[in-house]
């Protein structure tokens, strides 16, 4: 297996999340999901320009916390990032109130419940 380098990794982190930014819809999104994404649960509208450059192989989004209104009851588990034409640009299910790539306010979310963004970011291993 290959090792990246500080500057590999930051230039394949730029490449990823730059993807968000594509598209002839609104912003990018953020979906947030219960397991195997039986059921959405929260959908986060991300800014414009979705993720700062990449420092240390790791970009992190921009104009947080971002708050959005519930659309299902659950318990969040995975999420799913979205361009602005809608297309899936990358998943995960490191979902947690801390300490993980996407921190939410809760992860027991009930139906028109607010909920906040406050941390997300992606990592390219080295």
């Keep these: 297996m290959p090792t990246l380098t500080t500057a590999a990794r930051n230039a394949a982190c730029d490449a ?7 598209g002839v819809g609104s912003n990018g999104t953020l979906e947030v999901g219960t ?3 039986a059921s959405t649960l929260v959908t986060f509208n991300l800014a414009a320009t979705a993720f700062g450059a990449a ?3 790791t970009a992190t989004a921009a104009s947080l916390p ?6 299902a009851s659950g318990t969040a588990a995975e999420y799913r990032v ?12 490191s979902v947690g109130t801390s300490g993980t790539e996407l921190v939410l306010s809760s992860l027991s979310i009930t139906n028109n419940q607010s909920i906040d963004l406050t941390s997300f970011s992606i990592t390219v291993p080295s």
């Design 82 to 93: 979205r361009n602005a034409d809608g297309t899936a640009v990358w998943s995960g299910n």
């Design 35 to 37: 397991t195997g994404f």
């Design 55 to 57: 420092a240390s192989g």
């Design 16 to 22: 990823i999340v730059d993807l968000v930014d594509v």
């Design 66 to 71: 971002i708050t959005a209104t519930a659309s």
